[in-house]
């Protein structure tokens, strides 16, 4: 069941919910004159703490370029973006950069290992190159939660695809950010190991209280989150809790034909 487009902070008790991220009139514009592309216009999002959320739409709609501002991989034409209180819009070069290294994980495609380390090592480097050090109880209990425990001291060559998103995972969580973005963090794996992941995802979320944030175009990935954000044309368009594959399969239907007709 789908709601209305107005994106809002409000649930349906009216109780306000906590906001880990939140953006306010994003414009991501690229270009000029005839050759402007308008990526992102005018987005007013929140994203919820402790929750998973997923960004859908068609090829070229926004999504990706969407998560990259609000984690601050990009910059936005205009608007402003805010983690927690802190408005990262306008930030300097070095102040972003170690926003992102102590409040933001990271999870993409391509598991970004290091060949040479281990899959303990890879999972406490960012830390290590922070000169920070580990929470113990909580980095054993991250590894337990993703099932790694029997493979800290295998290299990357030694694990299977899954295995690997898994140490990409644990390392996202390890430094405990306030929130964790993944770029279609299962495209590179087959169904079960993908399904294995999302659950590891979805149990951090559920068991962690991490906050969590996807860009997918899978149905079956979306259907692990609590709430699905449909965007089109640079816009949020709909929203959907509780999501079923089912569901967003045909809501993205919906999609394929609107832009058959249009």
Same mark, same amino acid.
Not at 109 to 121: G, H, I, K, V, Y
Not at 237 to 242: A, G, L, S
């Given at each position: 069941?789908?709601?209305?487009?107005?994106?809002?902070?409000?649930?349906?008790?009216?109780?306000?919910?906590?906001?880990?991220?939140?953006?306010?009139? !994003?414009?991501?514009?690229?270009?000029?004159?005839?050759?402007?592309?308008?990526?992102?216009?005018?987005?007013?999002?929140?994203?919820?703490?402790?929750?998973?959320?997923? !960004?859908?739409?068609?090829?070229?709609?926004?999504?990706?370029?969407?998560?990259?501002?609000?984690?601050?991989?990009?910059?936005?034409?205009?608007?402003?973006?805010?983690?927690?209180?802190?408005?990262?819009?306008? =930030?300097?070069?070095?102040?972003?950069?170690?926003?992102?290294?102590?409040?933001?994980?990271? !999870?993409?495609?391509?598991?970004? =290992?290091?060949?040479? =380390?281990?899959?303990?090592?890879?999972?406490?480097?960012?830390?290590?190159?922070?000169?920070?050090?580990?929470?113990?109880?909580?980095?054993?209990?991250?590894?337990?939660?993703?099932?790694?425990?029997?493979?800290?001291?295998?290299?990357?060559?030694?694990?299977?695809?899954?295995?690997?998103?898994?140490?990409?995972?644990?390392?996202?969580?390890?430094?405990?950010?306030? !929130?964790?973005?993944?770029?279609?963090?299962?495209?590179?794996?087959?169904?079960?190991?993908?399904?294995?992941?999302?659950?590891?995802?979805?149990?951090?979320?559920?068991?962690?209280?991490?906050?969590?944030?996807?860009?997918?175009?899978?149905?079956?990935?979306?259907?692990?989150?609590?709430?699905?954000?449909?965007?089109?044309?640079?816009?949020?368009?709909?929203?959907?809790?509780?999501?079923?594959?089912?569901?967003?399969?045909?809501?993205?239907?919906?999609?394929?034909?609107?832009?058959?007709?249009?």
């Amino acid at each position: 069941m789908t709601t209305a487009t107005t994106i809002s902070p409000q649930g349906a008790t009216g109780e306000r919910s906590a906001v880990a991220a939140r953006g306010r009139q !994003i414009v991501k514009a690229y270009g000029s004159g005839e050759t402007r592309v308008i990526a992102l216009d005018q987005v007013d999002v929140d994203i919820a703490r402790g929750q998973f959320t997923a !960004i859908m739409g068609p090829s070229g709609s926004g999504k990706s370029t969407l998560m990259h501002c609000l984690a601050g991989l990009d910059t936005v034409t205009s608007g402003q973006i805010y983690l927690d209180d802190t408005e990262i819009t306008g =930030l300097k070069d070095r102040k972003l950069t170690q926003l992102r290294r102590d409040r933001i994980g990271f !999870i993409f495609q391509a598991f970004n =290992l290091l060949p040479t =380390l281990n899959a303990l090592e890879n999972i406490t480097l960012p830390m290590d190159i922070a000169g920070r050090k580990p929470d113990g109880a909580w980095l054993n209990r991250v590894v337990e939660t993703v099932g790694l425990a029997g493979r800290l001291k295998h290299r990357p060559t030694q694990l299977s695809g899954g295995q690997q998103q898994r140490v990409a995972v644990a390392r996202a969580l390890a430094a405990r950010p306030d !929130i964790i973005f993944g770029d279609e963090p299962t495209g590179n794996l087959d169904s079960r190991a993908g399904a294995e992941v999302l659950s590891f995802l979805r149990r951090s979320v559920d068991e962690l209280g991490q906050t969590i944030v996807i860009v997918t175009h899978d149905p079956v990935a979306a259907s692990y989150s609590d709430r699905v954000l449909y965007l089109a044309d640079g816009r949020i368009v709909d929203q959907m809790f509780r999501p079923t594959a089912e569901a967003v399969l045909d809501r993205m239907k919906d999609f394929d034909a609107r832009g058959r007709t249009s």
